[in-house]
């Protein structure tokens, strides 16, 4: 219990002083605007009714707003509704994944093996970038892998309780379980829909542990359902809203996508540095999630556990990482936050595969004679010290990351808003703005100024409001950006259309963004 309090503190902790030092609201880009907009529209009209059209045309699935309109009715309608959420979530995250990964390889290895393994995953999450980043915006991610891990967590106990001694309180904590799982599990679902590739190795894992249990049927069948109750309301909204469910990722998809880099797609043409199966598979050996230095233990790791025949649990760790990753390294579109959701079965590994060669390398005869035949307890003291100098210069090798890439990230975010400030006091008074990709931002902070998405404004749009608008108009756009992810794309060529039919004279630069007065 106090190891899993010191890990919760230490990341709540960090998280605001991640929030306090960078003075960083959660809000963002288009995304995280879009997820907040959602919840204000839950809190005032929590019951969906035909009018209430936001809510039943909200692209995403609502598990994240709902959490952040729950958030409201604590702390008022503000961002800090959405981001405190996220904060506690990405702190108990810590003790969570100590837990599990004690509990996970319980009964196949010493105590302290265990003991260090869980500290260590507990101390990683804590400290790697990806996390703490997801803790701190308003976005859904943090929250969905909360779900998931839960989910996995309460299975991995609900085993534990089945092999104990059989009686009816027993059974009646292995049903509430089994309920609990499904409802968790659920609940990542409805945060974000990529969790349904869980599914197979929740399966897979439940089918290998209670394959000779009479109630396992039953079991499983609480779970379905207590999950379909609430998979299913979202499945119904979603089917309001055209492409939600069938995304272009999902329909996208191809197998070759695998060795590209350079894709074009509904979202522009993008050029990746890195093909997308080495990209996704990031969550193993780059230092924004876990620092090299610790991924061969991961292959270590997997051996120990085929070696020991422990076939439940390779089967819910690879299967849940490889079916995630299989379906992300298909995708035509690179980002680096998705990598979260395959994440916590490479923490888990890592730390159980270091550990346990610690625990061993006390003595390097047998375990490690097939790296050292020879060896004796002397190099047994060295490769204890060896290993011991790669966990903590991979965790402070993982904090020195996190700093440099938050303090670029949220820098970033935050001059997006500085931006939008400096463009909202050059404006007149009555003057309407056109722009991408700071509209939410504009409507947000400066909601004095009519703001318009040059995005949904084709050839017809533009000549109609040109022919209407009474007041000064005014162009905000990132050029560059236009001109090579949008090339040939219907915002280029509005913006073109803009060029030609229009006098586009720059008023101020704010790089990358430039401001234009438009003038017939």
Not at 60 to 78: K, R, S
Not at 144 to 161: E, K, M, S
Request: glycine content about 6%.
């Amino acid at each position: 219990m106090r190891t899993t309090l010191i890990l919760f503190t230490l990341a709540f902790i960090l998280r605001l002083a991640v929030v306090a030092w960078w003075q960083f609201d959660g809000l963002y880009g288009q995304d995280a605007f879009a997820y907040y907009q959602q919840a204000e529209a839950i809190y005032h009209s929590p019951f969906i009714s035909p009018e209430s059209g936001s809510q039943r045309n909200f692209f995403w699935p609502n598990g994240y707003p709902l959490l952040i309109a729950g958030g409201m009715f604590l702390v008022g309608v503000t961002p800090w509704a959405g981001q405190i959420t996220n904060i506690l979530m990405g702190a108990m995250l810590a003790p969570l994944m100590y837990s599990l990964t004690q509990t996970l390889f319980a009964g196949n290895a010493p105590p302290a093996t265990l003991t260090r393994a869980g500290i260590l995953a507990g101390l990683i999450v804590t400290l790697t970038n990806q996390l703490l980043t997801s803790s701190v915006v308003i976005m859904a991610d943090m929250a969905a892998l909360f779900w998931a891990v839960l989910a996995v967590w309460l299975l991995v106990q609900a085993v534990r309780v089945h092999h104990s001694t059989k009686s009816q309180a027993h059974w009646l904590l292995l049903t509430c379980l089994f309920i609990f799982m499904g409802v968790t599990f659920a609940l990542a679902v409805i945060t974000r829909w990529i969790y349904l590739l869980l599914a197979p190795a929740l399966g897979g894992y439940i089918l290998l542990q209670f394959r000779r249990d009479k109630q396992f049927t039953w079991l499983v069948s609480l779970a379905l359902v207590s999950a379909t109750l609430i998979i299913m309301p979202q499945i119904w909204l979603s089917l309001h809203r055209p492409g939600s469910l069938v995304h272009s990722w999902l329909i996208g998809w191809r197998p070759y996508h695998f060795f590209q880099r350079d894709f074009t797609t509904l979202d522009g043409t993008a050029h990746y540095r890195y093909p997308m199966g080495l990209f996704y598979a990031f969550p193993a050996l780059h230092p924004t999630y876990l620092f090299p230095l610790l991924t061969p233990f991961i292959a270590w790791a997997v051996w120990r556990l085929w070696q020991s025949q422990q076939y439940a649990t390779l089967t819910l760790l690879l299967g849940w990482a490889g079916g995630v990753y299989l379906f992300l390294a298909g995708i035509p579109y690179q980002n680096m936050r998705f990598g979260l959701t395959l994440y916590p079965p490479c923490v888990i590994l890592a730390s159980f595969g270091v550990s346990d060669l610690l625990q061993y390398s006390k003595n390097l005869t047998p375990t490690l004679s097939y790296i050292s035949p020879y060896g004796n307890n002397g190099e047994g003291a060295k490769s204890r010290l060896t290993l011991t100098f790669i966990i903590i210069i991979s965790l402070m090798g993982m904090a020195g990351w996190s700093y440099r890439e938050l303090n670029i990230t949220l820098t970033n975010f935050n001059q997006s808003k500085e931006i939008a400030q400096q463009v909202n006091q050059i404006l007149p008074p009555n003057a309407t703005l056109l722009t991408f990709g700071l509209t939410l931002t504009m409507q947000h902070y400066h909601p004095n100024h009519p703001t318009l998405d040059l995005y949904f404004y084709n050839e017809a749009y533009l000549t109609e409001l040109l022919n209407h608008e009474t007041q000064p108009l005014y162009l905000l756009l990132d050029i560059s950006n236009i001109e090579t992810q949008w090339q040939s794309k219907p915002l280029a060529q509005s913006y073109h259309w803009l060029q030609r039919k229009t006098h586009l004279t720059p008023i101020a630069t704010y790089p990358p963004y430039t401001l234009f007065q438009v003038t017939p």
